[in-house]
Structures are given as C-alpha cells and as structure tokens.
C-alpha cells in the first residue's frame, strides 16, 4: 500500500517536472528567460493560477485558452503525463530493485534514483526539442554528461569505463561526422553519443546506441509504409537515442546477457 502511495507521490512530482520542461522547451526556443509568468502564446495574457495545473487545467479548458480560445498545443499534457509515468517507474525500479548496476550499494538507492531522475529529465527535453524542431540541444545535452559522470563517479561506477564508454561512442559518431562531412550526423550526435557512454558505461551505453538504430529502423520503416513517407527524410535521431539511454537502464542488462548466451 505504501508503495501505491509513494509511487503516486513520486509521480506527482514527476508531472511538476513535466510542466517546467514544457517552460524549457518553448522558452529555450522563443529565446526567453525561464523565469518570469506563463502567458497564453497567442494572446500573451498571462495565464491564471486555476488554468495553472498540470494536466488537469488543459482538459478543464478542452485545449483552448480561456482568453482567446486558441488551441493549446497538446504537447503540454503529454509531456507532464510522460514525466509522471518516468518518476513513477524510476522509483518502482528502485523500491522493487530491478536492474541495479552492480556498482550501487543499498544505502545508494536513493542517489541513484536521484541520478536517473535528473538525466531522464534531460532526456526528455532533448527528445521533445529535436522532435519538434530537429536540433539537438547542447545547451542539455553537456550538463547531463558532466551530471551523469559526477553521479556515477559518487556512486562508485568505473570512471575509465564511462570515459572509454563515451569516447569509442562518441567517436563512432564523429567518425560518420568526418567521412560524410556533417551529412550522416550531427555534431548533436557526437555529443548524445558521449553521454551514453558517460550515464551507462561502456556495455550498457552500446546497448543503447544499437537500441537507437532499431528503434529508428523500425519507425523510419513504419513511417515509408504507412505515411508515404520519402526513405531520405529527416528521422530525428536524438529523439531515439535519448529513448534508448532510458530503455536500457531498464532492459540493457538484460539484452546483454541475452546476447552474450546466444553466442558464448
Ligand atoms: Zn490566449
């Protein structure tokens, strides 16, 4: 029962989380301070208290500003729901002690949800920014490497195995940056890159990165099949790789060994 109730509590706050992202994420590319009263983003009335609530304000309001009835994007609610749903299973994770790295005592539990927690924030708004506008933010993507590598570190994780995990990652994306002069990949990429290596290690920062190319296998293929979509169109790459860093902190170990049974 405690756990029901905490796992909502957590939630609940993951979902505050989710607002302030959405802040990030529309400021960040308006160019405007984070600080400061939300306003609707047609009529520029600033927005009241009551309409103020995660989630709930948006359905209360059915997507429509109370001042101008303009249409709110639906980003708002999805966001603030998807960080709930994050909070929530990285704290189920972490109570029920599924795929703790090996390196995670038991009274670091709680860093290590704080870890996950602060990078999949990260995550989030560099999935939702290169989603909607194709660019990966290394305003976001720095901080959560030097983050993921202070954290590790404090937690005790092998400093040259992040180091290496980032470098040979990292280098995989600016070697296809060099050859194709910047038209494969980003400088983005080369970062991403890094920091899968920085927040899993070595092993479980290659499991994200073959994750990421299914994962954008799989939807570049869906999208050809179902939308008529042109094989050569821009498939926002950041947006997989931020959801395989976060897929294999839950399921990377596992796959590893997997593999690893298959062919040892
Ligand atoms: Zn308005």
Known sequence: M??????????????????????????????????????????????????????????????????????????????????GIIFGLLFIRIVLEIAIPGFVSQDELVLLFIRDAVIASFLLIIFVYDFKYSYILDKFSVPAMLIALLLNAALGASVPDLLLGGFLIGSFFAFQFLVSRGKWVGGGDIR????????????????????????????????????HRKPDSHVPFGTFMALAMFAALFFGQDLLNWYLGFFG
């Open 2 to 83: 405690n756990l029901i109730i905490w796992t909502i509590v957590v939630s609940l706050l993951g979902i505050a989380v989710g607002s302030f992202i959405n802040v990030v994420v529309f400021r960040t590319k308006e160019n405007q301070p984070l600080t400061g009263r939300s306003k609707c983003r047609t009529c520029l009335e600033p927005v009241q208290g009551i309409d103020l609530v995660p989630v709930v304000s948006f359905f209360a309001l059915k997507g429509r500003c109370r001042r101008c009835s303009s249409v709110i994007e639906w980003q708002y609610p999805m966001v603030e729901l998807a960080m």
């Open 192 to 227: 991403m890159g890094m920091l899968m290596g920085f927040f899993l290690g070595l092993k479980l920062g290659a499991v994200a990165l073959f994750l990421s190319y299914v994962m954008g296998a799989v939807i570049g293929i869906l999208l050809i099949v179902f939308k």
